[in-house]
């Protein structure tokens, strides 16, 4: 009894009580004593809260201790009560029994009374309890038989039917009035007496429950089986109770029996050696284990779009004559494999899909073997299937399934391995299998061969590795291996000499791991492989001096290179990047990033292009601004995205380069470059950039690009021009020239200038050719030309305006001089003589030399200019020329019809002189003829005596005479007309024999 006991004691004399509860309390600590001085006030106790036992004195005033049991017990027939008194009477003794004590105890000396008293409330309320507990366990057990949904049968001691509920009755079609008194070998079938024999003497020898199945014969015999949970309970070995809970279980030992044999089917499924062996069980098993005689297995070929039937039992064969191949689509049996969920029809017979309308087929279960094809089990009535029969189908079907992927899997697995051993093969592995207990390793025939031994000269143990390894290789080899059969290591890895056959040492890479532990964790069998890496340990040996060769060149090289994580955090830096970030070279920059090394503002945008490259998977070029030593410095940068097997971006390469000073060069380059568009484009003179080809012996020279102004003064196409040699672009002849003055600048390899008329239109052309070098090879010329046809004009002009002057002057120093002397001597005789005849020859010097300073001024002051020009009619013109010259007895002939364009008081200067001329020479009766040319001019004609041939080229020129008092300026001035009207002017005989000036290149209106 563990639990606390509530003890309430009734005593009048309080300090009674007291001692008595401290002696109880101290006796069992599971007491806890609520006393009372009066029976009254013990009632109300007992109303108010749970008592186990209540202890009371007999003689106490009001009611006494009978009184007060007796009205304790029509409250509580069973609550113990010990009645406690000091007045020990049988008379009291007898009362209390007869009123239902539990206990009678007389008060004593001393205190082992309250020992005693502990005692008898210990025993008291274990009793009580135990009568509670047995009287709900009754009640329990009636409700549970009356309402549990088995069968339940309540024996008696000798076991015989005590009672039995009515699902009992229902179940073995017997009424309670019938069993009632019968023994339990009575609703047994004899094949069953023994097992009730063996359940009843089971029930007896022991306690608890006897579960057992037997044959049951019911009232209306039939013949069931029912499984029973036999119980029998005692308390403090006395039998309580007695009871059977049952129930029929025929249909699931059906079933049972139908799944063992299904189990024992799918052993013979899980050894079959074929698809079509898996599907004749299935078929089988179906038919005879299952009920099922129409059967079948369709099966998919190995393309997966045909479904053939590949087992069919014999009845199945009856119904349905030749079974149908199915394909996609076409079928409810298609359907299900397509899908891969199970269809039940209880009446297919109207189903719009069934494969042939005119079988007996009613009902149908197709269900889906996965990927491998369909089981199909039909019956010839409709609603055929039972919910147990469709299951037992779905369980075939699933172990089918298995059967199936397990052929399936064993193929696979075969390929596998013949494709592990040619891997092995292939990749040159050797193979050991160590049984770490007894040292016996079994080497393959690579692992022997790969160190030119043969199996038959390797003992298979342990040693024979031990003996090959280096030696100093052997304590690192050990480490590892011990580090891993200790279980510190996952595998066992380590790159080791082995001695060879030759006596040569070969790098092999030992890998292995431990399969099998003991009991204590030691390990029992290790496997592992061997691979000759020797080439790969060369190769690496040689790519790490690789890697050091670049490592120095990533050192030395003057560009920034970083390598960065998809984090932007730093795995590695040069020093050229340790130096433009202040980091010493042995500080560790992995995990750095730039906002540990740069502003916040230029970090995030260097970060926000670090996530662009990764993100685009591809290179990134941006220039950042980095402050250096308070300098802002320009650098160009590409990040380029290292990518895994998988297109997958893992790290970050960034290299970049100091380019300020390139900017400032492009910036200055951008600006000359504007100058040179600006002057290019703007300046008037025609440039051309031209392109030298092939070599010193053949050089071919074609034009890369002109100017607007070379278009607008060559009449060349700039478009078409572009590509194109000299020859292409002007023709051979011009082309040719212009191609020799470009040689002659590449001979000269200095800038040359050269004046030509007509290379271009009509004009004289100054041109500048200058050879621009590369790498110290004249690779272009830089041709700029310019017209210069009004300059070379004003240059003429300033030489014939400087032989005019030269003229003016010999004649200022020549001609004037001898009438100054006449004047100079006639004015001397003058004054010395008084002769008046002396004035007369002063005044015709003085005549002689207004004369001479006239044809001066005219030859200075107009020369060979014109002003406007407009249609002279030559026949009116000539006859008022003729008015206006002193011509005494001279006749005039004009046969002249035309009309020319011209100065029109140059024209009359000219004719006047020349019919003055023609008067002076010819005489006073000379005659005058002035006539066309052909459409080309005129001419002026006398028949005087005319010039003599030597002479016709001197007359022109200025002062020539052959009278006195002559100028000599006459027909100067009609050279100097003609030249200033662009005509030319020739003199020859006239018809007459005199002279005749003929005047072309005039232009005439028509």
């Not at 008696?156 to 023994?183: C, H, M, P, W, Y």
């Not at 308390?235 to 063992?260: H, L, M, Y």
């Not at 359907?335 to 209880?346: A, H, L, T, W, Y």
């Not at 020319?900 to 023609?918: F, G, H, K, Y």
Request: aromatic share 6%.
């Amino acid at each position: 009894m563990a639990d606390a006991v509530r003890v309430l004691h009734v005593e009048d004399d309080p300090e009674f009580a007291s001692m008595t509860a401290a002696f109880l309390t101290r006796t069992d600590d599971r007491f806890d004593v609520i006393s009372a001085t009066s029976a009254n006030e013990g009632l109300t106790r007992l109303s108010e809260e749970p008592i186990d036992c209540v202890v009371s004195d007999f003689d106490m005033p009001g009611q006494d201790g009978i009184e007060f049991l007796e009205s304790v017990r029509a409250v509580d027939d069973d609550l113990p009560f010990i009645l406690f008194t000091g007045k020990g009477s049988e008379e009291v003794a007898s009362e209390a029994i007869s009123a239902g004590v539990t206990d009678y105890l007389q008060k004593q000396q001393g205190t082992d009374q309250y020992t005693i008293l502990a005692n008898r409330i210990t025993n008291a309320v274990e009793q009580y309890r135990s009568q509670q507990a047995l009287d709900a366990s009754r009640k329990r057990l009636s409700l549970f038989i009356d309402k549990s949904p088995l069968g339940v049968i309540e024996w008696d001691e000798s076991f015989e039917v005590a009672q039995v509920n009515e699902k009992g009755e229902e179940i073995l079609q017997r009424d309670e009035s019938a069993l009632v008194g019968t023994g339990f070998e009575t609703l047994v079938s004899d094949s069953s007496r023994d097992a009730v024999d063996e359940t009843i003497t089971a029930l007896q020898e022991g306690s608890g429950g006897y579960y057992t199945v037997l044959d049951i014969e019911t009232g209306d015999g039939e013949q069931i089986v029912c499984e029973w949970h036999n119980r029998i309970i005692r308390e403090n070995g006395e039998t309580v109770a007695i009871f059977s809970q049952f129930q029929e279980i025929t249909e699931r030992r059906r079933r049972q029996q139908r799944i063992e044999a299904l189990h024992d089917t799918t052993r013979e499924l899980m050894h079959a050696q074929s698809r079509e062996d898996v599907a004749e069980l299935v078929v089988e098993t179906a038919r005879d284990l299952l009920g099922l005689p129409l059967s079948a297995v369709f099966l998919a070929d190995e393309s997966a779009d045909r479904l053939r039937p590949s087992a069919v039992t014999d009845q199945a064969r009856v119904i349905i004559d030749e079974h149908p191949t199915f394909s996609g689509g076409d079928s409810l049996v298609w359907e299900v494999f397509d899908s891969g969920e199970q269809r039940v029809f209880d009446d297919i017979s109207t189903h719009p899909d069934r494969y042939n309308p005119d079988t007996d087929v009613s009902s149908e279960i197709l269900l889906p073997l996965g990927d491998h094809g369909v089981l199909v089990a039909s019956s010839t009535d409709a609603a055929a299937f039972e919910d147990a029969s469709v299951s037992l189908m779905r369980t075939l079907a699933a172990n089918t399934e298995e059967a199936l992927s397990r052929l399936e899997r064993q193929q696979e697995l075969r390929t596998l391995t013949e494709r592990h051993e040619l891997a092995l093969e292939g990749a040159e592995l050797g193979v050991w299998d160590w049984n770490v207990k007894t040292d016996a390793v079994t080497f393959d025939e690579r692992w022997a061969d790969m160190l030119g031994y043969s199996l038959d000269e390797l003992e298979p143990t342990v040693d024979t590795w031990d003996e090959l390894i280096h030696p100093e290789d052997r304590e690192r080899t050990y480490e590892a291996l011990n580090a891993h059969l200790d279980g510190e290591t996952e595998i066992y890895e380590c790159d080791h000499r082995l001695r060879t056959a030759t006596g040569e040492y070969r790098w092999i890479r030992d890998i292995g791991k431990v399969f099998e532990r003991d009991e204590n964790g030691d390990p029992v069998r290790a496997v592992g492989i061997h691979q000759d890496v020797t080439d790969h340990k060369e190769r690496k040996q040689k790519l790490e001096d690789t890697s050091r060769k670049l490592q120095v060149i990533l050192d030395t090289a003057p560009t920034y290179i970083l390598m960065k994580d998809t984090d932007s955090r730093f795995l590695f830096i040069n020093s050229a990047a340790r130096d433009l970030y202040g980091i010493d070279d042995d500080e560790s920059v992995v995990g750095m990033s730039d906002y540990d090394i740069l502003p916040d503002h230029i970090a995030e945008q260097t970060h926000a292009d670090d996530q662009r490259a990764l993100e685009q998977k591809e290179t990134v070029e941006v220039e950042t601004v980095i402050p250096v030593d308070g300098t802002d410095r320009t650098h160009l940068t590409r990040k380029t995205p290292i990518l895994d097997e998988d297109g997958e971006p893992y790290a970050l390469c960034v290299v970049a380069t100091d380019i300020t000073d390139q900017k400032r060069r492009e910036q200055e380059l951008a600006r000359l470059t504007d100058e040179y568009e600006a002057v290019f484009e703007n300046t008037n003179d025609a440039i051309a950039l031209v392109d030298i080809e092939g070599s010193a012996d053949e050089l071919t020279f074609r034009y890369v690009r002109t100017n607007e102004a070379y278009e607008r003064q060559t009449g060349f196409d700039t478009n078409s021009l572009t590509g194109q040699t000299p020859v292409e672009a002007a023709g051979p002849d011009i082309g040719r020239r212009i191609a020799d003055h470009y040689e002659r600048c590449v001979s000269a390899g200095e800038t040359i200038t050269f004046e030509e008329r007509d290379l271009h239109p009509a004009g004289v052309w100054e041109t500048q050719v200058t050879p621009i070098f590369a790498d110290g090879e004249i690779t272009r010329l830089v041709v700029i030309s310019r017209d210069i046809s009004d300059r070379i004009e004003y240059r003429e002009e300033l030489e014939r305006q400087n032989d005019r002057l030269e003229e003016f002057a010999s004649i200022v120093s020549h001609d004037l001089r001898n009438p100054l002397g006449v004047l100079e001597g006639s004015l001397t005789l003058a004054r010395d003589t008084g002769d008046d005849e002396q004035f007369d020859r002063c005044f015709r010097a003085i005549d002689r030399m207004k004369e001479l300073i006239e044809d001066l001024l005219t030859l200075a002051q107009k020369g060979d200019t014109v002003s406007e020009t407009e249609p002279l009619d030559l026949e009116s013109t000539v006859r008022s020329c003729w008015q206006a010259v002193e011509t005494d007895e001279a006749s005039l002939e004009i046969p002249a019809e035309s009309t020319i364009q011209a100065d029109e008081s140059r024209v009359r200067q000219l004719l006047e002189n020349l019919i003055n001329n023609a008067v002076t020479h010819g005489g006073s009766a000379v005659t005058v003829k002035i006539g066309d040319l052909d459409g080309s001019g005129f001419y002026v004609a006398d028949d005087g005596d005319g010039i003599s041939p030597e002479k016709h080229e001197t007359v022109f020129e200025s002062g020539y005479t052959t009278t006195d008092g002559g100028t000599g300026f006459g027909l100067a001035i009609v050279k100097e007309i003609a030249a200033a009207h662009d005509w030319s002017v020739s003199v020859t005989e006239s018809d007459d024999g005199g002279a005749r000036f003929e005047f072309r290149g005039v232009r005439q209106e028509s």
